[in-house]
């Protein structure tokens, strides 16, 4: 079974509109760090948030916003106000302390037409 | 800002060539990272380095080596190339294990 699972492949949305990546995890650790990339047309993967397993806090960076909830083993990624800029390939990551290693998931492309 | 540098953002290269792939970091970082991406799997991990000389294997060893002779360079060698490994290979480093910094990645296809 897959650690990591954005069962979302592809989004495609116009500008200005709301969208939400689901990232769902699994893991037996109870000290874990969730993480959301970014990787932009360029290929670089750009560091956008890391959570760790104790702080269920959501966080909001000026458009974007994250959910966390343990109960359901998921760290949702929105972005309001949609920009042709947010265009990318977005990845959700689990690190876990007794594997020692990021687990990402599938990715999710997101397209944003003006 | 840390930099991660690889030697080629495009490669192409034949089946049965033996293939170098460079990764330079300039933050004295102990951990490199060998990742290949492709579409729908995300990023696995192909090897790892946590010191100079020291290696483990990822998810994905098979068909890779790997070589860290100075901290700042850590070299992924495919031995004899197929064409089930086109596909684009990512660099990382870190200070801690899990707050990786990433390069441009290069585009390898083997025809």
């Known amino acids: 079974a897959q650690k990591v699972t954005q069962a979302q492949t592809e989004i495609s949305v116009v500008e200005k509109e709301d969208v939400t990546l689901d990232c769902v995890y699994e893991?037996?650790?109870?000290?874990?760090?969730l993480f959301w990339y970014k990787q932009p047309p360029s290929g670089e993967l750009v560091f956008l948030i890391r959570r760790n397993s104790f702080d269920e806090q959501n966080e909001i960076s000026g458009r974007y916003s994250w959910n966390f909830q343990k109960s359901t083993s998921s760290f949702n990624f929105t972005i309001t106000a949609s920009q042709v800029v947010d265009s990318a390939v977005y990845f959700c990551a689990l690190f876990e302390a007794a594997g020692n290693k990021l687990t990402f998931g599938g990715g999710t492309r997101v397209l944003v037409k003006p | 800002d840390v930099k991660v540098t690889q030697s080629s953002r495009y490669l192409v290269k034949r089946t049965g060539e033996k293939v170098f792939l460079e990764c330079v970091q300039d933050m004295d970082h102990e951990n490199m990272f060998w990742y290949r991406q492709d579409p729908g799997l995300g990023l696995r991990l192909i090897y790892f380095s946590y010191d100079v000389k020291m290696k483990e294997k990822g998810d994905i060893p098979e068909g890779y080596s790997v070589s860290r002779e100075k901290k700042e360079r850590f070299s992924l060698i495919l031995e004899s190339a197929s064409t089930n490994q086109t596909s684009m290979y990512l660099c990382?480093?870190?200070?801690?294990?899990?707050?990786?910094?990433f390069g441009p990645g290069t585009r390898l296809t083997v025809t």
């Open positions: 893991t037996r650790d109870t000290t874990y760090y």
């Open positions: 990382a480093s870190s200070g801690t294990v899990y707050e990786q910094y």
